[in-house]
């Protein structure tokens, strides 16, 4: 299993609106919060903090919570415990895209959630979450 993917959402146009965040630091603390529930296997309540802010169905949210749910034993299993989590960098686009990545660190192993934010107007909004165990993209 050289990659894992349990979900992949980029520049998806929906019609819903969502709430936005209004400051790079307002996404970056949310950002910092979701991987902290993330880690402590809170998955439901982090995809539900981010439904506001997230231009997506909520169907496709829970779609998400639901296929890691039923993943993360296996990530639990070949990984290890779950230890902690580490901010990586902040990336961006000119003014209109950010992207963090953090280091999810278990026992045997870690892997990496990126989330991309959106700016189409005044206000930052959810672009994707992802997460991979391939880690050859944190080297620079």
Do not use: C
């Amino acid at each position: 299993m050289k990659y894992i993917v349990l979900m992949m959402l980029s520049l998806i146009s929906v019609a819903a609106s969502a709430e936005g965040f209004k400051t790079e630091k307002d996404t970056r603390d949310f950002s910092d919060a979701l991987v902290s529930q993330i880690v402590n296997e809170k998955f439901q309540a982090a995809f539900d903090s981010a439904k506001p802010y997230w231009p997506l169905p909520e169907v496709e949210i829970d779609s998400i919570v639901n296929k890691i749910s039923q993943q993360w034993p296996v990530v639990n299993q070949r990984f290890g415990k779950s230890v902690d989590a580490e901010f990586i960098r902040k990336e961006s686009i000119g003014k209109s895209f950010l992207r963090y990545y953090y280091l999810h660190k278990f026992d045997n192993h870690a892997i990496y959630w990126r989330i991309d934010y959106y700016k189409p107007k005044e206000e930052w909004k959810i672009n994707s979450v992802v997460f991979l165990d391939s880690l050859d993209v944190l080297y620079k």
